[in-house]
């Protein structure tokens, strides 16, 4: 989902960087960087863990829809690593800080579970736009996510806003209905994007590029491109957790 939303932006000619803090390096994958995955330092973890001795500039690998700052095999050790650090969870913002980038959005790829690599995420980029699955499991997913924001803002004194709740690969189910209806409930005040399944979307991620870049338009392109128009409502110049 986050590469699709970066090239929907990067569609409105917007000026992107794409973080990868997952240590599986799904988006890196996604985005044709497996060589990045399985380079020598310096990488984003020597970034975070030692931020005096790598620069932004030499982090960054260059996509033809956008910047990106890849996920690396020694990422897998950076959550122990952040631990030991007294400012563990600022250095994804230190690192964004020091660099005099000019980026229209910054979109900050999560792992899949709560801990320091999101904590790093929250911190740098506190926009939130949410995925999730119109499955049963998101409910619980969902109520821990808001709640772990809600901690990370009264310890850290920062402001995390929902910007959008997109509800990715929905497939004509029961439960599928069921849940649209209960996100609506859930989260009214967060505008809801529905994106249903596509066989398109992987095929792009298989291809290394968004679907935007690929050589097919698909109905769920739509969808995407209002995500992007709703940020750029908001906000020009920003920072995105997803």
């Given at each position: 989902m986050a590469i699709t939303l970066a090239g929907a932006l990067s569609q409105r000619n917007r000026n992107v960087l794409f973080v990868d803090l997952d240590p599986q390096g799904n988006g890196t994958e996604g985005l044709g960087l497996t060589d990045a995955y399985n380079?020598?330092?310096?990488?984003?973890?020597?970034?975070?863990?030692?931020?005096?001795?790598?620069?932004?500039?030499?982090?960054?690998?260059?996509?033809?829809?956008?910047?990106?700052?890849?996920?690396?095999?020694?990422?897998?050790?950076?959550?122990?690593?952040?631990?030991?650090?007294?400012?563990?969870?600022?250095?994804?913002?230190?690192?964004?800080?020091?660099?005099?980038?000019?980026?229209?959005?910054?979109?900050?790829?999560?792992?899949?579970?709560?801990?320091?690599?999101?904590?790093?995420?929250?911190?740098?980029?506190?926009?939130?736009?949410?995925?999730?699955?119109?499955?049963?499991?998101?409910?619980?997913?969902?109520?821990?996510?808001?709640?772990?924001?809600?901690?990370?803002?009264?310890?850290?004194?920062?402001?995390?806003?929902?910007?959008?709740?997109?509800?990715?690969?929905?497939?004509?189910?029961?439960?599928?209905?069921?849940?649209?209806?209960w996100f609506e409930e859930a989260v009214p005040d967060v505008p809801t994007f529905e994106v249903r399944k596509r066989v398109a979307l992987q095929r792009a991620f298989s291809s290394g590029r968004s679907i935007f870049a690929a050589d097919e338009e698909i109905d769920m392109c739509e969808r995407f491109r209002a995500v992007a128009a709703s940020l750029d409502e908001e906000f020009s110049t920003t920072e995105m957790t997803v």
């Open positions: 380079a020598a330092p310096p990488t984003l973890f020597d970034a975070l863990v030692d931020d005096s001795s790598v620069s932004f500039d030499e982090l960054v690998w260059h996509h033809d829809e956008m910047d990106v700052l890849p996920s690396n095999i020694d990422m897998t050790a950076a959550e122990a690593s952040l631990l030991q650090l007294d400012d563990g969870e600022q250095r994804l913002a230190q690192l964004l800080d020091a660099a005099d980038h000019g980026y229209d959005y910054v979109i900050v790829d999560c792992p899949p579970h709560l801990g320091m690599l999101t904590d790093n995420a929250l911190y740098a980029a506190p926009n939130l736009v949410i995925p999730a699955l119109a499955e049963s499991t998101s409910k619980r997913s969902l109520e821990l996510l808001f709640d772990y924001t809600r901690a990370f803002e009264m310890e850290h004194d920062v402001q995390i806003d929902a910007k959008s709740l997109v509800v990715n690969r929905i497939e004509n189910t029961g439960e599928a209905t069921e849940m649209l209806e």
